[in-house]
DNA sequence: ACGATAACTGACCGATCGGACAGTTCTGTC
DNA sequence: GACAGAACTGTCCGATCGGTCAGTTATCGT
């Protein structure tokens, strides 16, 4: 049950947003009472905490398998790891996509400026010849926030795409 | 008073969203009170609809002056366009960033994937070489919206950053 | 000075939201 | 079948929202 709420849950935020999806909206589509919800979950911000909870592992665990990389290796593993990301947690991504600095006050909600600063910081010094370029990395946190936006492609051929676009963006051949 | 109104709004909107901004929230910034709003506007609505009023002009305008464009040129053209506007309409790109999905229902409001959509079909076929590669005009659509971040520096470099990092995605020399 | 009109406001309304809570139903154990 | 606890619900509440409206204040041409 409590997977069917967030199975809801994480549909319906990324189609209106979190502020555009009431607790009655989720009850409704899960087909239950809304006080129903709030007796798995205590309150609405705990239904989006852990929606957002198993990313911020994984991207710990990124971060921790790019720091012994250095150089183009490393820009490449980001490159693949932020691809890979985008793709798994789409509706999470377009959550944040949505109500990016409308939740603020959440302290468990990963803010994509850390995420963004994370990666560059995880890379400054790295990316071989030139230093990581703003625009560059702007574009591939682009690619992961756009990757959100639902284009009707297959999951393959968007990872190869996404891929050699970041690759390009950073100067990379592919 | 009504361009007052509309610099508070559009700040705030950009800050927490529309959805997170009650017409109070403007009334408190602008210093007067929200039944004054309501005399200016017809409603909240219209007060969004004339933030992006411009945006769509001239967005029109950039496709007219692609129409005649083709090749690199085109691409190039597109790519100082499209930079451009995201520079001089940073708020409003960054309100769109935010409410991008929860407004479908404002007619008279730019929609990402029609701008997008309108993009790429302005260049389908002009660029050289290649068909154009989504995930580079993904790439380009993400820096047009993270532009909106906020990113703390000079407009200058931003600009030259942004077109040179867009010009890399699509393949393209600086 | 005065009337007309624009500009503005406080008070109020209906709707909706997140949430609280007492009470009911379901489910498994002995 | 009796009991316990988990699962669930209907109903209510305070707060907040967008919007209305009668009434007040400021502005300006004459």
Not at 28 to 40: F, M, N, P, Q, T
Request: proline residues 4%.
């Amino acid at each position: 049950m409590r997977a069917d709420i967030l199975d809801s849950a994480v549909r319906l935020f990324a189609a209106h947003g979190f502020r555009g999806t009431s607790l009655q909206d989720i009850a409704s589509d899960v087909g239950c009472s809304k006080a129903s919800l709030l007796y798995h979950f205590t309150n609405k911000d705990a239904i989006l905490s852990e929606l957002f909870a198993p990313i911020g592992q994984e991207f710990e665990t990124l971060l921790q398998r790019l720091a012994p990389l250095s150089g183009e290796e490393a820009a490449r593993a980001a490159v693949a790891g932020v691809v890979d990301m985008s793709l798994r947690f789409r509706n999470q991504v377009k959550i944040l996509l949505l109500d990016v600095d409308t939740m603020l006050d959440h302290p468990d909600l990963p803010c994509v400026d850390d995420v963004t600063e994370s990666l560059v910081d995880a890379l400054v010094g790295r990316v071989p010849e030139q230093e990581p370029r703003v625009a560059g990395w702007m574009a591939l946190l682009g690619i992961f926030l756009t990757t959100a936006r639902g284009v009707s492609i297959p999951d393959e051929t968007m990872r190869s795409e996404l891929t050699s676009g970041a690759f390009r963006t950073l100067g990379l051949s592919s």
